[in-house]
């Protein structure tokens, strides 16, 4: 990005994340994108809601939530009605591309304040009936579960569940069942301490959802999977894809979710006026893109061209947020870059924090932040695989 116009994050907010059918289910994706928003804009208390010029919002389960998502998650939070609000599909990571795009707005001179992230409710992804349209004429028909369908099939060759793609990764790397239950264990220690010890509360926005008829609202300030760790049940799980010889369970994968995360975004010129003090640079990223059923190891290409697009080497960066759509992903890719474990998901990652599709690449790059912040750390770099073959990255730089 030598030469360019920096581009600033100013602030960055995520919701807790749910489980499946859990605390969150009874708000839609757009009500979560609409509360990350808000929190994010108002932690900037030199610029007002309409002061935001555009947004990009991934969010990859859409069908049912009505038109344009993103606009809806901008209205919702208090944004003027003449903001430019666009969706983002790019699978998992969707919410980083976002911030990416976001980025670019912003050094083209488009705009000087952006608002970037991701949202999604698996927990309220449709069924479809396909049939209907034309008419169901006679027999049986089938629904389709749409979560199924559009956020964790492969589009391409077999149509088969993204999980064995997991398996083929493991088989490509010579990475074992023992192995990733370690590590899905590690994770969710790490979380579980990140939370105990405060780290997240920076990031994450309370949120108040019903509490049943005649109760009270109950707040919702952690993350609601990261607590149910048990690592002696964890390593008896069977295989959920590939029951005979398979290495990825469920309890080694990262579990279905709802959340949203979003960050602000500010040109040099525009912080320099409003006397904003952000809290990370933008240094560079970069996309990749590989056969779809190896999209696993995508971020193993994505990060050193984003490394490479900052000016640096993989020797300046200090810390990364690596999504983990499974275990075997995080440590594919750390085998494939040659990265130490104890400089990957510090504070835990996806397989216990939770993977809301259109969010998680936000959500890393919130984390981020933390992390940095946290560790007096210079710089950072995320990347996140996603469906089809891809990948993204960025590389920021700590500010705080």
Not at 158 to 168: A, P, R, S, V
Not at 343 to 350: D, I, P, Q, T
């Amino acid at each position: 990005m030598s030469g360019l116009p920096p581009v600033y994050i100013v602030s960055a907010a995520r919701t807790p994340v749910g489980s499946f059918l859990g605390t969150l289910s009874s708000l839609s994706a757009t009500q979560l994108g609409s509360h990350a928003i808000k929190a994010a804009v108002e932690r900037v208390p030199q610029i007002k809601a309409q002061d935001v010029e555009e947004v990009f919002f991934g969010n990859v389960l859409s069908a049912g939530l009505g038109q344009a998502p993103a606009r809806q998650c901008a209205i919702g939070a208090g944004l003027s009605e003449s903001v430019v609000c666009t969706g983002v599909n790019k699978v998992c990571a969707s919410g980083l591309k976002a911030i990416i795009l976001g980025a670019q707005t912003i050094i083209t001179g488009n705009a000087s304040i952006v608002v970037a992230g991701g949202t999604e409710s698996m927990s309220n992804t449709p069924h479809y009936l396909p049939t209907l349209r034309n008419g169901a004429k006679f027999g049986d028909q089938t629904l389709i579960d749409g979560m199924l369908k559009d956020g964790l099939t492969d589009a391409y060759g077999k149509k088969e569940h993204m999980g064995l793609q997991g398996e083929l990764c493991a088989d490509d790397h010579g990475i074992s069942r023992e192995q990733q239950d370690e590590y899905a264990i590690e994770t969710y220690t790490r979380a579980q301490k990140a939370t105990a010890d405060g780290v997240f509360s920076n990031e994450i926005v309370p949120i108040e959802v019903s509490g049943g008829r005649g109760k009270p609202p109950v707040k919702i300030t952690t993350d609601e999977e990261v607590k149910n760790l048990n690592a002696e049940k964890l390593k008896t799980v069977r295989p959920v894809f590939k029951p005979q010889g398979g290495t990825v369970t469920a309890a080694n994968a990262a579990p279905l979710n709802d959340g949203a995360a979003a960050v602000v975004l500010m040109s040099e010129a525009k912080v320099k006026e409003l006397g904003v003090t952000p809290i990370a640079r933008i240094l560079g990223w970069g996309d990749a893109a590989r056969e779809p059923e190896r999209f696993t190891t995508a971020p193993s290409l994505a990060i050193p061209k984003a490394i490479k697009h900052a000016g640096l080497t993989d020797k300046d960066v200090d810390f990364y947020e690596i999504n983990e759509a499974f275990s075997v992903v995080a440590l594919a890719n750390m085998k494939l870059l040659n990265i130490s474990s104890d400089k990957v998901n510090v504070f835990g990652g996806s397989v216990a924090i939770g993977h809301p599709l259109g969010c998680s690449g936000a959500r890393i790059v919130t984390t981020l932040t933390t992390v940095l912040r946290e560790k007096k750390a210079k710089i950072g770099c995320a990347g996140i695989c996603n469906g089809g073959g891809g990948a993204s990255a960025i590389v920021i730089e700590n500010l705080q």
